[in-house]
């Protein structure tokens, strides 16, 4: 009796214990694809205007010209670059060797003109990055002299038409030299200031000029 019970084999219980593992895995794996298809039962159904597909590719524009206007329809400024670049999954402009103009906003009076090395324009256009060396310079009007400008790593915003610096700058006006370490400048109402080890040379005046 004992022979013929050992030649039936284990029982079911012990059968199951020797194959805990395998067994686990495929009830999980059935849980799994019963909830998957519940999920798709039970879930609402995809909208027929999703759009699926890659971001907007980023492009680049050689020899471009780009004019930003305020809200009443006038240029806020505008500039000229040989390579700009807008970078996938960025509305902003990146560009190289920038040469731009900043409306001064007032009859009469002519537009700071200028350069950098690199430039970059938020999303929207309020916001215009010049790095690198900068250099701006604005022609002679009425009896106020030519003015020129040399600094670095401007921050300018053109509604405002002010900008700022943190970097060295020297403004020339004729013979005139004033110079220091930053910068703060509204071009609207000419005000300009130095924030620190300042420096000027006004060259002595002479009678009947």
Do not use: C
Not at 27 to 38: F, H, K, R, S, T
Not at 120 to 127: F, R
């Amino acid at each position: 009796m004992t022979a013929q019970l050992a030649q039936a084999g284990p029982s079911p219980g012990r059968w199951l214990r020797d194959r805990r593992l395998p067994v686990a895995i495929i009830a999980l794996a059935l849980a799994g694809g019963l909830a998957q298809l519940l999920l798709w039962w039970l879930g609402p159904a995809t909208s027929r205007h999703d759009f699926v597909g890659p971001p907007r590719s980023a492009y680049t524009l050689t020899d471009a010209r780009v004019t930003e206007y305020n809200r009443l329809g006038q240029p806020s400024f505008a500039l000229q670059s040989p390579h700009i670049e807008r970078r996938e999954g960025d509305d902003s402009l990146y560009l190289t060797s920038p040469t731009f103009q900043l409306p001064s906003k007032q009859a009469g009076i002519p537009d700071w003109q200028g350069r950098s090395r690199y430039g970059w324009v938020n999303k929207s256009g309020t916001l215009l990055k010049l790095q690198g060396p900068v250099y701006m310079h604005r022609p002679a009007f009425d009896h106020t002299l030519a003015s020129e400008m040399h600094t670095a790593d401007v921050t300018f915003w053109p509604r405002e038409n002010r900008l700022v610096t943190a970097a060295p700058a020297r403004i020339i006006r004729g013979a005139s030299t004033i110079s220091g370490i930053g910068m703060r400048a509204n071009l609207n109402d000419k005000h300009l200031e130095l924030l620190d080890d300042v420096h000027a040379t006004f060259p002595p005046h002479q009678p009947g000029r």
